[in-house]
């Protein structure tokens, strides 16, 4: 396959992706994590509680340094990063071995979900993280391949934007240091090896910087996840940490992958070194994360990374097995494909409609959909226009003050809450409780001033639902009511909304609330 024929059906495979990507994203609303992200390009920080700040900065970057006050123009930087990423599969394929692997390459990153839709439809750390990630194979796979050793130097900005994006991004480092050992051990006298780990530790700067200002909250949060004294093995977390993995990157392309790694010692389709290589740049963070899973909860898209090296592999396997002379994409390519499109209109489809077979009249309480996962992703819409007429209505009556605000006592609600229902109308979101609770809400609640609030809405549903007996005590003392609202999806009601408005709520003990240290009990 010749380069510019490679490249044509490259282009057509980014721009099919891409179409399929616009109408995921403005058919489905910000999930729990993408809507929380949502708060920092709002409240520009060095860094943040959860994660740096790369996600705040590509947002205002892509928007004209407006806030994202949509859900489309919040996705914006994962419909460009996911579509360049597939050309960046097509260059890492082409360096590797040739431009039709390259093109394999593009097929199968398109076949992963987490490619295709974690990366390239959500809003997370991962969609920049990918990009800079990518960005950085490149540079080893051109150094290794005796490009310019200066080569280093991007290497290093690329790796530590990537830490900028998410931390795993110290696991770039981490395999190139491995391969270096293994394969490379020339390179340790390279003086420009360490320039670029300079490189990568000055890209830490603003994390220190913030962390060092917020009492290391952020290194405390993520050690406390990733330390345990558990001396029993959870199995179960395992089992399901792997299995999640293989799910988002696709069953066959994960098949691929066993295929083409166990082939390659009776039939080398790569130079030996390529293929360690490419162990190298994934092995490390899975397992990793591997042996994390059997002490805590993990997530499988945090090996997501890995598999963007893994990957790699089927596509050289299948370059070298197919006929030169073949005009026609392998089956499996074309199967895998379309096993992902087909996975992506499914999932549209019962987003928007509902899970066939669910009841229809079930009735208003507290547990409805509590198990539907598809309403993460849908109803905050309606929910607003339910809730503000109700409110609009209270106010009109002289039940609720005109300068009410909304109250949580979480992050992920919170964060839905004042994306969906507060920000529209102008209001702000108070996210009362522990640390752990509440995140970086802590932070953002210190930015307004709470002096002459006295009315306060706490807006909850019955999908993640929040009892009312979470609140400081002083609320459940003022004045309170609860009215229920209900949200249909196709006909059917989805879930109900409650909305508890609570009147002359203490001014001060609000403010001590909100001044209150962090690690006060």
């Known amino acids: 396959m010749e380069k510019k024929d490679a490249q044509r059906k490259v282009l057509i495979v980014m721009v099919c992706s891409l179409i399929l990507r616009i109408v995921a994203a403005n058919m489905t609303e910000l999930g729990n994590d993408e809507v929380y992200y949502a708060l920092y390009p709002r409240y520009p920080d060095w860094s943040y509680f959860d994660h740096p700040a790369m996600i705040a900065w590509v947002v205002r970057l892509l928007n004209g340094g407006h806030l994202a006050s949509t859900a489309w123009a919040m996705r914006l930087p994962a419909l460009v990063f996911g579509t360049i990423n597939l050309y960046l599969a097509f260059l890492l394929g082409s360096a590797l071995r040739s431009p039709r692997c390259g093109f394999y390459a593009t097929l199968l990153y398109a076949s992963s979900l987490y490619v295709s839709v974690i990366c ?33 130097l991007l ?3 690329f790796a530590g934007l990537s830490v900028l994006s998410k931390y795993h991004g110290v696991f770039l480092w981490a395999g190139a240091g491995l391969y270096i050992l293994l394969r490379e051990r020339k390179e340790l006298a390279n003086p420009y090896v360490y320039l670029g780990g300079l490189i990568t530790i000055a890209c830490f700067a603003p994390i220190i910087y913030w962390n060092q200002h917020h009492g290391w909250a952020s290194f405390v949060y993520h050690g406390h996840r990733t330390l345990s004294h558990q001396a029993l093995i959870n199995w179960d977390n395992l089992l399901q940490q792997v299995l999640g ?10 098949a691929l992958i066993f295929i083409a790694f166990f082939a390659f010692r009776r039939h080398p389709y790569l130079e030996k070194k390529q293929f360690v290589f490419l162990l190298c740049m994934s092995l490390p963070l899975i397992i990793f994360v591997w ?27 299948l370059d070298a097995c197919v006929d030169a002379r073949a005009r026609r994409t392998p089956f499996i390519l074309r199967f895998s494909i379309a096993f992902t499109a087909l996975i992506i209109i499914a999932g549209l489809i019962v987003i928007n409609t509902g899970i066939p077979g669910a009841p229809r009249n079930a009735p208003l309480d507290k547990t409805l959909g509590q198990d539907d996962f598809t309403l993460d992703m849908y109803g905050w ?26 109250l949580q006592v979480n992050w992920f609600n919170g964060a839905h809450v004042d994306f969906y229902i507060a920000r529209p109308v102008r209001k702000n979101t108070l996210v009362l409780g522990p640390l752990k609770n509440i995140h970086q809400f802590y932070w953002i609640n210190q930015h307004h001033d709470w002096d002459s609030v006295s009315d306060y809405c706490m807006v ?5 639902y929040q009892a009312l007996d979470q609140l400081p005590p002083f609320f459940l003392t003022a004045a309170h009511h609860t009215d229920t609202l209900a949200v249909r999806r196709g006909g059917a009601v989805a879930e109900a909304v409650f909305v508890t408005s609570f009147r002359n709520v203490p001014v001060d003990s609000v403010k001590a609330m909100v001044n209150k240290s962090y690690d006060e009990p």
């Open 120 to 152: 390239g439809v959500f809003i997370l750390p991962d969609t920049a993280q990918s990009f800079f990630w990518l960005l950085s194979l490149l540079c080893l796979v051109r150094i290794f391949g005796k490009a310019p050793r200066a080569y280093w």
């Open 155 to 157: 290497f290093g900005l």
């Open 245 to 254: 993995e293989f799910f988002y990157n696709g069953l066959p392309v994960v």
């Open 291 to 317: 042996v994390l899973s059997t002490q805590r909860e993990t997530l499988p898209h945090w090996t997501g990374p890995s598999y963007l090296s893994l990957m790699l592999l089927p596509a050289a396997w």
């Open 381 to 406: 819409r309606k929910s607003q226009v339910l809730i503000d007429s109700l409110l609009t209505a209270k106010v009109r009556e002289g039940s609720l003050n005109p300068d009410y605000q909304f």
């Open 460 to 464: 909850t549903n019955s999908r993640e």
